[in-house]
């Protein structure tokens, strides 16, 4: 069973940074695609970030590109996600996931796709 636990979140003032992580344990995840997504209240979950197995390729969306960062350490079996020049529309709750099909990145946008994910970490980010 793997148990994956974001930390990092909070409030910040528009500008400002955050580094969101995402601890995995139950399984090594070395072989697997992970990404972030994010839920801002009364709106859907929308992907924010992925990273391939070896974080060779990683993805953004649009909204984030140029601003966030996914990197991941394989050997302490976590993601990161550095978030800088953080908005007002950044506010969310932000979740890691987990796909398990190994060395497979051709879905990283697609929430359904992943079969793992943590509790979330709540951003707020302050005008």
């Known amino acids: 069973q793997v148990q994956l636990v974001e930390s990092g979140g909070g409030l910040v003032q528009a500008g400002g940074s955050l580094r969101l992580s995402c601890a995995a344990s139950?399984?090594?995840?070395?072989?697997?695609?992970m990404g972030w997504f994010r839920q801002a209240p009364g709106k859907e979950r929308e992907f924010v970030a992925a990273?391939?197995?070896?974080?060779?390729?990683?993805y953004y969306a649009d909204s984030v590109k140029g601003r966030f960062t996914i990197s991941r350490d394989n050997a302490k079996n976590t993601v990161y996600l550095q978030m800088n020049s953080l908005k007002p529309e950044d506010t969310a709750v932000y979740y890691c996931?987990?796909?398990?099909?190994?060395?497979?990145?051709?879905?990283?946008?697609?929430?359904?796709?992943?079969?793992?994910w943590g509790q979330g970490t709540q951003v707020t980010v302050s005008s």
């Open positions: 139950g399984l090594t995840l070395s072989k697997n695609t």
């Open positions: 996931a987990a796909d398990q099909r190994i060395y497979y990145s051709a879905t990283y946008d697609r929430a359904n796709e992943y079969e793992d």
């Open positions: 990273i391939n197995w070896n974080g060779g390729s990683t």
